[in-house]
C-alpha cells in the first residue's frame, strides 16, 4: 500500500486547507484511513479517521478537531480528505495519513499503532 499525502501550506489563523491522501490500494473503502499529525519532540497524534465500508464510513475526531475538520471519502478517485477549517496555530504540524486493518472499533482507530502504512506527511503551517 502506497499513500501520497498533499495539501499542506502556510495560512493565517481562521483560515482553511484541504488535505488529500492518494491511495495504491484498490480501495481505500477497504481500509479504516486515518488522519494523524506530529510536531518536533512529540509524539504522533490523531487527528481524524474514516472507517471502512462495512464501518459504512463512521467517523472519529480528536476533540480539538471536531466540527473544524472534516474527513471524507472518495471511493471513484480512490482518495481520502481532510478539510480543515478555522485553523489555529496549534494546528500547525506535519500531517500524515494512514491505512488501517477494518475495524469499527474507536480506540483502535485512534491508535497509530494500529494503522499499517503510512504516507510521507504534508507540512501545515498556521501563523497567527
Known amino acids: 500500500v502506497q499513500l501520497q499525502a498533499s495539501g499542506g501550506g502556510s495560512v493565517q489563523a481562521g483560515g482553511s486547507l484541504r488535505l488529500s491522501c492518494a491511495a495504491s490500494?484498490?480501495?481505500?473503502?477497504?481500509?479504516?484511513m486515518g488522519w494523524f499529525r506530529q510536531t518536533p519532540g512529540k509524539e504522533r497524534e490523531f487527528v481524524a479517521a474514516i472507517s471502512w465500508r462495512g464501518g459504512r464510513g463512521a467517523t472519529l475526531y480528536e476533540n480539538s478537531a471536531a466540527g473544524r475538520f472534516t474527513v471524507s471519502r472518495d471511493d471513484a478517485k480512490n482518495t481520502v480528505y481532510l478539510e480543515m477549517n478555522s485553523l489555529k496555530p496549534e494546528d500547525t504540524a506535519v500531517y500524515y495519513c494512514?491505512?488501517?486493518?477494518?475495524?469499527?472499533?474507536?480506540?483502535?482507530?485512534?491508535?497509530?499503532?494500529?494503522?499499517?502504512?503510512w504516507g510521507q506527511g504534508t507540512q501545515v503551517t498556521v501563523s497567527s
Open positions: 494512514a491505512a488501517g486493518p477494518p475495524s469499527i472499533n474507536a480506540e483502535s482507530m485512534r491508535r497509530a499503532s494500529r494503522y499499517l502504512s
Open positions: 490500494i484498490p480501495t481505500v473503502s477497504d481500509y479504516n
